[in-house]
Structures are given as structure tokens and as C-alpha cells.
């Protein structure tokens, strides 16, 4: 039986259909709340559902692996305290467990720890290259200080999982996302005001050598992402702190194209200003070094923008009531 915390929610959801449907027995650690989150495990033959506080019950079911997705993702939450809580307290917590039962510890990081990118993003794992790292927000923050603590028991030799892999997920976009309301991706957003008959709307640029839609992203299809987590469960013996990107920088105008290209539909896209609580906090570029992975021996290519943005497309047609 594997262990996903987060199993209900975006990537986890995905993650635990992939796993079921390869005949995985998968136990899920989350909430679903009052909205149509459940919708996420159409899909799923489940061995169990607990909620979140649930932790020491999940894991007297006696996994054989952790995948720990579950985390307050939100960038502009300000309750440090339950950030901290749940990001940064909770996976020391599976960490501990997994290092002394003897089992794989696979959780999600961020590419929200790179902050603005003036460091760069490759994808080191020593303490000395982490802790050149500046994040921008608390989301990032707590990310970040678990990736650090890791290293840190790492380099003093305190116990740990015969596996352990962090995963630098970027930009993330796909199915199941439609509970996430202003955290969904992007893609979401454009396909619903364009459907909606209004034009895609872009953040302007607040930068004057960046022109409007210009900023870029790393954006990552979450089939990939779930495919790199389904590779690491099949070898064990691969560990790490990793990015999880497509490895190409595209900026929003690209990416809002291959919306209006999907839906066959002629291009409306405006600008609106920066919101204020982004402003200072907004990420401009980022784009994943993936060699680190490919060493390891991942050998997938990753879904380019245009394919990733139309496969989802048609599967949001597929799903609307």
C-alpha cells in the first residue's frame, strides 16, 4: 500500500489514478471540503480515506512508500503559524517515520524556493547551495526551510529513508485542478474566460525591460510530473533533491495562444495591472535545469506547451457537464 497525503487535490490526485490504475493499493491523506473536490477521485479505486490529522493512523496502516503532496499552497497566505504547521512540521514528522520503518519518502518542494531566480535554478542539495536561495513569500518560505532541514540531517548523518526524493514542481497545469479556484494554473483561467466570450486577460508587465505577457514560466504538464513520481517509486535506489519542470522557459502570451489555438478560436488578449499583493512577490522567469534528473536516469522528453495545453483542453471539453 502507498501513502499519499494531498490525494484528493491536484497533483495527488493524478498521481493516485496513475497508481490505482497500475493495480496500486493507495490510502489518501486529505480533505475534501464541501465543494467538488471529490471529483478529483472519479478515477481511483481507494484503500482509504482519512483526514489530514489522521497522520498516525495513516501510517499504522504500514505503508511501503510515502508520497507526501499535501501542503498550504496558496502564495499569499499570511498564517505563518499553520504554514509552518502543515509544510514544514508535518513531512519532518513522515521524514522521521519513513527513516525508521525503512521506507521511500518521495515529497513535493517548490519552485517558489528559487524566489526571484537572480540565484539561478539549479537544483542542489548541499547546504551551502540552498542556502543561497531567497524565496518571496511564505509558501515558498516553508518549502524551502524543509529542503534545508533535509540537507542539514543529510550532512550530519542522522537517519533517513532508504529513499527520499524532493520534487521542485514548476508550473504545474492539467486535470483536476477545477478546485483550486485562484491558485489553478493559468490555463484554466484563459479557457474559461474564453469560453466565457470575454478576451484572455494578462497581468502587464511592472518591469520596463519585460513587455506585457512576456514573463515567463516553466510551464509543466502534471503527466509529467506524475510520470517522474511513478519512475522514482520503480527505482529505489535513485535519491535526491530534483526540479520537476519541462525545462523550457514560454512566456503567457504563448501559453494563452495555445489556449485560443486549441479551442480553434481567434486571439483576444488584454492586460490588467499587477495585482497589489503580487507586486514585489511575482516570479518573472523560471525554467528548470533538468539535467540532474536525466542523470539519474529518467529518460522521458518532456510535453511540449502546445501539446500539454491541447490534451487538457480536450479533456476539459470531455468532463463539462
Given amino acids: 500500500m502507498i501513502l499519499v497525503t494531498g490525494g484528493a487535490g491536484f497533483i495527488g490526485s493524478n498521481l493516485v489514478a496513475a497508481l490505482t490504475a497500475r493495480g496500486e493499493e493507495v490510502v489518501i491523506l486529505d480533505e475534501l471540503g464541501e465543494g467538488e473536490k ?7 479505486v481507494l484503500a482509504g480515506l482519512l483526514p489530514p490529522h489522521a497522520v498516525d493512523a495513516a501510517l499504522a496502516m504500514r505503508p511501503r512508500a510515502v508520497v ?6 496558496a502564495t499569499t497566505v499570511r498564517d505563518g503559524d499553520l504554514v509552518a504547521a502543515t509544510n514544514f512540521t508535518l513531512p519532518l514528522k513522515l521524514w522521521d517515520w519513513c527513516a525508521a520503518q525503512g521506507v521511500p519518502f518521495i ?3 517548490s519552485a517558489a524556493t528559487y524566489g526571484d531566480g ?10 551551502e547551495e540552498l542556502a543561497r536561495l531567497k524565496p518571496l513569500n511564505l509558501y515558498g518560505w516553508s518549502k524551502h526551510a524543509f529542503d534545508r532541514r533535509v540537507a542539514q540531517m543529510l550532512q550530519l548523518g542522522r ?5 527520499w526524493a524532493g520534487l521542485k514542481f514548476f508550473n504545474v497545469y492539467g486535470p483536476r485542478e477545477g478546485h483550486k479556484g485562484r491558485m489553478a494554473s493559468v490555463v484554466l483561467h484563459k479557457y474559461r474566460e474564453i469560453l466565457s466570450g470575454e478576451p484572455a486577460r494578462l497581468f502587464a508587465s511592472d518591469r520596463a525591460e519585460i513587455a506585457d505577457g512576456m514573463q515567463s514560466r516553466d510551464f509543466v504538464s502534471v503527466g509529467d510530473c506524475v510520470s517522474v513520481m511513478l519512475w522514482l517509486l520503480d527505482h529505489p535506489e ?3 533533491l530534483f526540479n520537476c519542470g519541462s525545462g523550457t522557459a514560454r512566456s503567457f502570451l504563448d501559453l494563452t495562444r495555445a489556449v485560443f489555438t486549441a479551442l480553434e478560436l481567434p486571439e483576444r488578449i488584454e492586460f490588467t495591472p499587477m495585482p497589489e499583493d503580487l ?4 516570479q518573472y522567469f523560471t525554467e528548470a535545469p533538468m539535467a540532474k534528473l536525466k542523470q539519474a536516469g529518467y529518460p522521458a522528453p518532456p510535453t511540449t506547451l502546445e501539446d500539454g495545453v491541447a490534451d487538457y483542453v480536450r479533456w476539459l471539453k470531455a468532463s463539462a457537464p
Avoid: C, M
Wanted: charged residues 30%; glycine residues 14%.
Fill in 118 to 127: 537572480e540565484d539561478g535554478f539549479e537544483d542542489g542539495e548541499t547546504p
Fill in 159 to 163: 537517519p533517513k529513508p532508504p529513499q
Fill in 68 to 73: 507526501h503532496l499535501g501542503a498550504i499552497s
Fill in 279 to 282: 507586486r514585489g512577490k511575482y
Fill in 238 to 240: 535513485v535519491s535526491g
Fill in 38 to 44: 471529490w471529483r478529483n477521485l472519479d478515477d481511483a
Fill in 107 to 109: 515529497y513535493a518542494s
